[in-house]
């Protein structure tokens, strides 16, 4: 009985399937407690076999659950590669920076704006160290 079977009415097949979720505790009645009454349907589904335990039932749900944790482990990767790039461009343009400060240092230039140059550089390479460690 929960189907609507062909050639019946439509309300009154509506009104005995909610009678018999009624009958069945499927139904919350006003005043109830929300999260007492899922646990209690949820409870009642799976004693009626309508709820699946992870890795139960068919192979698709199990091959779906071994390509979710393929996708995660494979994304993991790729954030990991992407991560280790970022770093090593970090550590390249740090390097950069620091010969150029060498090299305006080395041609004792540290006036005007080779001193500001001097200082932004340092600046950008103490934040740059975070990045690379």
Known sequence: GLLKKSGEEGRSTQI????KLNQMGLL?????EGSNTQ????DKLNQLGML?????????SQTIMALQTEVKELKESLQKQEMNAVKNA??????QLGEVRKAIADGNKLEGRYALLDKTIGTIDSQLTGIRS
Do not use: F
């Open 28 to 32: 919350k009645k006003t005043g109830e």
């Open 16 to 19: 005995d399937m909610l009678d």
């Open 39 to 42: 646990i209690e349907m949820l």
């Open 90 to 95: 970090v550590v390249s343009l740090s390097n």
């Open 52 to 60: 699946k335990k992870p890795g139960e039932g068919a192979e698709g």
